[in-house]
């Protein structure tokens, strides 16, 4: 009786490990900050409009691979699907010339998303058709997209000048960062795909029993198809905020974020085993990840601590994911 009273105590703390974690984080950065400089450190626009951004950019890169993570994969090409669709977008605009403005832009838009698409259609190849594990299949594809964005990109940064862009990028509407609202508008999408349609149902399910889906019928190849194509498109979209955000097309723009991409899904709540994850997890993820790094820099430490804190969270995500397991299993 001890052992299932404990038990149902703890669980629902693991649950919401996430929330209490970002609660507690803000409220040491601003402890910090009123102690040591007498500035606030969360209640001003400046720090908000830093933080959200910075989630913002995370958080598109990990939308859809936090569906293709419940679904009991990985999808490790998506910081590469990003840069590929950034250098095409920028290639386009140029292309039709800065002259073209908005339609310039709607065009890149468009190219950027079909570049991010083929990786994506790529990734599904592999798993659902060849059977060629996640994990590999799409560092392969990581590897193809990273040199077919250096290739068309000429190895370089390829500058813009267009002001659509640069508004997409760096513009708000009521003081929110348009970056902000399309991260999450493709949240609110994903969120209500996998929580309220037969889709999100049928993801669950595959992640935790793939013969038990096969056996209801579902088109599981045709399924992860589309599970990697919205990863890639997800993560495509953040390769076009990042377009605008400095007026250039990079290879390697979403490389620095595939870490913390990975770790918001985790942190957020999602399992290493699959059949388990919410994309309000990962928005919370994102946030943590974004509050760290911007409290480290507030706080004076240099940057390359960022990647030793939130390696640590990655850890702790980890150690709940699999308590949750064993209280689960001790149940069961």
């Known amino acids: 009786m001890l052992q299932i009273g404990g038990a149902s105590f703890v669980k629902p703390l693991l649950n919401a490990w996430s929330w209490l974690f970002l609660a507690l984080i803000l409220v040491f950065f601003e402890v910090y900050a009123q102690t040591q400089t007498g500035n ?22 990990a939308l859809g691979l936090t569906l293709v993570v419940v679904a ?11 840069g590929f669709a950034a250098v095409v977008m920028a290639l386009v605009i140029n292309f039709v010339g800065s002259d073209a403005g908005l339609v310039a832009f709607l065009l890149g838009v468009v190219a950027g998303l079909a570049a991010g698409a083929i990786v994506g259609v790529i990734n599904g190849w592999l798993v659902s058709r060849l059977d060629v594990p996640s994990f590999i299949g799409t560092l392969g594809t990581y590897g193809i997209a990273r040199g077919a964005a250096l290739i068309v990109a000429g190895g370089a940064v390829v500058s ?3 002001d659509a862009a640069r508004t997409f990028g760096n513009g708000d509407v009521a003081g929110v960062p348009i970056p902000v609202i399309v991260a999450l508008a493709l949240a609110l999408f994903c969120h209500y795909v996998l ?4 889709f999100g149902v049928h993801t ?4 935790a029993s793939r013969a038990s889906v096969e056996r209801a019928g579902v088109d599981v190849k045709r399924h992860l198809m589309i599970l990697f194509v919205l990863s890639a498109l997800t993560a495509a979209a953040g390769g076009l905020v990042y377009t605008g955000r400095f007026s250039a097309g990079a290879a390697n723009a979403g490389e620095p974020v595939l870490l913390y991409a990975v770790a918001a899904v985790f942190i957020g709540g999602a399992s290493l085993t699959g059949g388990q994850g919410t994309v309000t997890g990962t928005v919370i993820g994102s946030l943590i990840i ?5 409290g480290l820099v507030f706080s004076g430490l240099p940057p390359y601590w960022q990647f030793i804190a939130v390696g640590l969270v990655i850890i702790v995500a980890v150690i709940v994911d699999q308590s949750r397991d064993r209280i689960a299993g001790g149940r069961s």
């Not at 974004?290 to 911007?294: D, E, S, T």
């Open 290 to 294: 974004a509050v760290i790094q911007f």
């Open 72 to 82: 009991g994969h990985i999808d490790l090409s998506i910081a590469f699907s990003s």
């Open 160 to 162: 813009i000048q267009n």
């Open 195 to 198: 929580t309220y349609t037969r």
């Open 204 to 207: 669950y399910a595959l992640g």
């Open 40 to 61: 606030t450190f969360l209640f001003r626009l400046y720090s908000i409009q830093s933080i959200t951004i910075a989630a913002s950019q995370i958080l598109l890169m």
